[in-house]
């Protein structure tokens, strides 16, 4: 099983263009996440989803946008690149189970917004 | 609003020795989990030990373990016979509830730790 996948790797953008960051996973896991890691910093929650078709606001969502069309994928897009969108951007994934479902992590996209 | 606080930015020990991770969190939440990972230059995010609040015992994953105080609000990580492969970002993270069974994870700032040959 191939887990978590993200793609792509590294990304640069110029200010104001924009991306999609693609996150997949073949675990069929109902439960998909976004968080992102600013240098030196812990994680933090951009979107969540709970299903094909529902997805929510996390703690930092602004300048993101999410769509669930399929329990395998959950991209994340941004529309305007900004310099403080500069980040690691981790997808992760989990069954339901309050704790005792760990989260399963890509091994995320370093973006650069220049 | 949760937080989760370790106050050591970087710790280094020499190989073999043991070595204590410090967490400390703040919630008003009864139930809920607490969490350790591992992050290596690879990037990748390794869940080391979990601790679920209701149980007294703390919890133990072969040379890890955890010092779980929960009047105190702590949740230290203690290595044991520590390898060069511990080299790592290590982060706590306290889990709630967000809706209908999600679950956010709270990360604190992360503490460096460097294993010396």
């Known amino acids: 099983n191939a887990g978590v996948t993200q793609t792509p790797k590294f990304r640069i953008l110029k200010i104001g263009q924009s991306m999609t960051l693609q996150c997949t996973q073949d675990?069929?896991?109902?439960?998909m996440y976004w968080y992102r890691q600013d240098p030196g910093m812990g994680l933090k929650l951009i979107y969540y989803?709970?299903?094909?078709?529902?997805?929510d606001k996390g703690e930092v969502p602004n300048g993101y946008n999410v769509s669930r069309s399929t329990t395998e994928d959950f991209p994340l897009r941004l529309e305007l690149a900004a310099p403080s969108q500069t980040s690691v951007y981790f997808c992760?994934?989990?069954?339901?189970?309050?704790?005792?479902?760990?989260?399963?992590f890509g091994n995320g996209t370093r973006l650069t917004v220049t | 609003a949760q937080t989760v606080t370790q106050s050591q930015p970087e710790m280094s020990v020499q190989e073999a020795e043991t070595v204590t991770l410090s967490c400390t969190y703040d919630?008003?939440?009864?139930?809920?989990?607490l969490f350790w990972y591992k992050q290596p230059p690879s990037r990748q995010m390794i869940l080391v030990i979990r601790?679920?609040?209701?149980?007294?015992q703390n919890a133990t994953e072969n040379r890890f373990s955890v010092n779980f105080q929960k009047a105190a609000k702590s949740f230290s990580l203690k290595i044991s016979d520590s390898q060069l492969g511990d080299t790592a970002m290590y982060f706590c993270?306290?889990?709630?509830?967000?809706?209908?069974?999600?679950?956010?994870?709270?990360f604190g700032q992360g503490t460096r730790l460097t294993i010396n040959p």
């Open positions: 601790q679920e609040a209701y149980k007294q």
């Open positions: 993270a306290f889990m709630k509830h967000v809706t209908q069974g999600a679950q956010k994870l709270v």
């Open positions: 989803s709970v299903g094909a078709g529902i997805t």
């Open positions: 992760a994934s989990s069954t339901p189970g309050f704790g005792n479902s760990p989260l399963h």
């Open positions: 675990m069929n896991h109902n439960y």
């Open positions: 919630t008003s939440e009864s139930n809920y989990y």
